[in-house]
């Protein structure tokens, strides 16, 4: 495969979208036009030139260092249609509007360069209904790219092909996202809303469906289905908020649209929940909005209560119980919430027997396989595991008996029956739908491998899914040089030494601070560089402060300050160490997990 070079983008669209993918583009330092309609009043350009201003203003911040906006050129489609010649990827991201779309793609059409790669940014809309505006020479080179919002923070990435997208089109493309942008990428089939909205949307509306059933209020659930369910810590209100509520309200509109009762069985569950459509009456829209299902007044936090149409006190928590269950093993707590006699237990077992029931239903018809649908949930809603991980880690058959038992029972969203493949073949004899051959691909009726592309090859270790057993393990792959429970020092290779932190979060303690002086001074005699990497776990949340509390029991502030010494004759070392240091960078780095990242030569 020629390697595909990204030297110039141009984003269509100046919206919250297409602006933040921008942003995210120059943070790479990778130059991009940014396109809108030309202005009424005032330079032609001002719809963009107002939008890369306000790139600066937002929280969190799109851009990494404010003067990389200077590299987002501002453009209209009247004045600066040629400067599409000079770019490599045109990333289209205006307002989901199917004849809007169109309309612009013929209009782009005659400037578009023989090489270039061009992708919709589409939420949901078809993408081969999309092609069909542009002319046959660009057909093969179009696709969808799905990125999700906003676009510097969060990981996942969906490509979508076309019948006449050719392969090597998306394998380009997945290379440049994946190394260039730093993304993971999922492959998902043309479908209403691809693979992590259809799954993760239609979870959020089973949920509330299920909050409606077992009377419970919305502060109560973010408790339960935030981290203590390994999930974000917006839990599930509170992500709607982040997210837009007119947003969600779109994405679901998307499902009614292109969805019935004949292609979805549990399309009964896909009306807009009543709360949901108050709050858009109201233009109550979420954190864009200052209020949504929750609205902060001075340092209170309030959430809608529908009955009153206003905002009532919040911050309720979830029963310790709960909480103690959600730590058991997998196959104990599933148990647990499904024999729970509170309403919280039960609502628990039936947002999660939904999510089973949804994604084993659909499994076929959105994904190649398994592993697409588990990697999309993880990157794109920030799920510890995903729903086909979970299921197996909790044994495979016996949650698919439970499950279907509540089917039968009626107590399920659908009548649909689970699919033969989940009791029978393949799947049941291997306890789950992730093997050391690969993962369950239904349309295949075989566990398909990882894609094979020359991108992966330098991810020598790639983020594991459950039962992914054939994949290597970092934590005892290569050879190890020295280790302490501080840190592990290895080679893969004999020319680069590789040191990870061993602590709890990859937390600096005064134990990691002498081993990691030990380690520069290893390289310097021993290897050509040095790697400060500590595999998918956060990179560093900083110094230990658990580690410190005796030393400052004993000597007080004095104690304190030489550690913070040590720190930073440590920080010193590595900066002028004779060989370079190389911090890869994963997750967190705060602190002085983030000078860590400062003071060393290079961060990947």
């Avoid at 990389?68 to 770019?87: F, M, R, S, T, V």
């Avoid at 959105?366 to 991980?389: H, L, N, T, Y």
Wanted: hydrophobic share 45%; proline share 5%.
């Amino acid at each position: 495969m020629s390697r595909f070079n990204v030297k110039k983008v141009a984003v269509l669209g100046a919206g919250v979208m297409g602006a933040q993918i921008a942003a995210h583009l120059v943070n790479v330092k990778v130059p991009v036009v940014l396109f809108d309609l030309p202005a009424k009043e005032g330079p032609k350009s001002g719809i963009a030139e107002r939008a890369i201003a306000n790139l600066k203003k937002l929280k969190p911040s799109p851009i990494g260092v404010a003067e990389d906006a200077d590299l987002i050129q501002p453009a209209n489609y009247e004045e600066h249609l040629k400067l599409l010649k000079g770019c490599d990827l045109i990333i289209e991201a205006i307002a989901e509007r199917m004849d809007w779309k169109l309309d612009l793609y013929t209009k782009i059409a005659p400037h578009v360069a023989k090489h270039a790669i061009v992708a919709s940014n589409t939420s949901g809309l078809s993408i081969t209904k999309l092609s069909e505006a542009l002319p046959d020479a660009i057909k093969p080179r179009f696709c969808g790219i799905h990125f999700f919002n906003p676009p510097r923070y969060m990981p996942l990435v969906e490509l979508i092909a076309t019948p006449t997208t050719q392969p090597v089109v998306l394998d380009q493309l997945e290379a440049f996202v994946t190394s260039g942008l730093g993304k993971g990428v999922v492959r998902a089939k043309d479908t209403p809303n691809f693979i992590a909205n259809r799954i993760g949307i239609a979870g959020m509306l089973a949920t509330m469906k299920e909050v409606e059933n077992f009377g419970l209020t919305f502060d109560l659930v973010d408790d339960l289905t935030g981290k203590k369910l390994g999930r974000a810590s917006s839990g599930t209100f509170r992500t709607a908020d982040v997210v837009g509520l007119d947003t969600m309200a779109h994405v679901i509109k998307t499902l009614q649209d292109n969805l019935s009762a004949e292609t979805d069985p549990f399309y009964g569950s896909f009306g807009t929940p009543p709360v949901l459509a108050k709050l858009i009456e109201l233009g109550n829209l979420g954190q864009k909005a200052k209020k949504g299902f929750y609205k902060k007044v001075g340092r209170d936090i309030l959430q809608f209560e529908l009955d009153s149409e206003d905002y009532v006190p919040a911050g309720g928590k979830a029963d310790e119980v709960y909480g103690r269950m959600l730590k058991k093993p997998a196959a104990e707590r599933l148990k647990l919430l499904r024999n729970a006699e509170g309403a919280q237990g039960r609502f628990l077992w039936a947002i999660l027997r939904n999510s089973f029931h949804y994604a084993a239903i659909h499994l076929e018809s959105i994904a190649e396989s398994a592993r697409d649908v588990d990697q999309a949930m993880r990157w794109g809603f920030g799920m510890k595991q995903g729903p086909f991980e979970l299921w197996q880690e909790a044994g495979w058959l016996e949650v698919a008996k439970m499950v279907q038992e509540d089917i039968d029972a009626g107590k399920a969203l659908s009548k649909a029956p689970l699919p033969k493949w989940v009791f029978e073949g393949p799947v049941a004899e291997a306890g789950g739908v992730h093997t050391a051959q690969g993962s369950w691909s239904p349309a295949k009726g075989q566990f398909v491998p990882r894609r094979v592309l020359p991108v992966y090859e330098r991810q020598i270790f790639p983020e594991k899914l459950l039962g992914e057993d054939s994949l290597p393990d970092w934590k005892t792959a290569g050879t190890t040089i020295a280790e302490s429970k501080a840190l592990r020092t290895w080679t893969l290779d004999g020319q680069i030494l590789i040191a990870s932190i061993k602590n709890k979060m990859h937390a600096i303690s005064p134990e990691v601070m002498e081993a990691l002086m030990e380690a520069v001074d290893v390289a310097e005699t021993d290897f050509q560089g040095m790697v400060i990497w500590s595999g998918d776990a956060p990179f560093s949340v900083g110094a230990d402060l658990e580690a410190t509390m005796p030393a400052f029991v004993i000597g007080g502030a004095d104690a304190i300050e030489s550690v913070e010494q040590e720190l930073q004759n440590l920080m010193l070392r590595i900066r002028y160490a004779q060989v370079p240091v190389v911090a890869a960078i994963h997750g967190m780095a705060l602190g002085g997990g983030c000078e860590l990242a400062v003071y060393s030569a290079r961060r990947v």
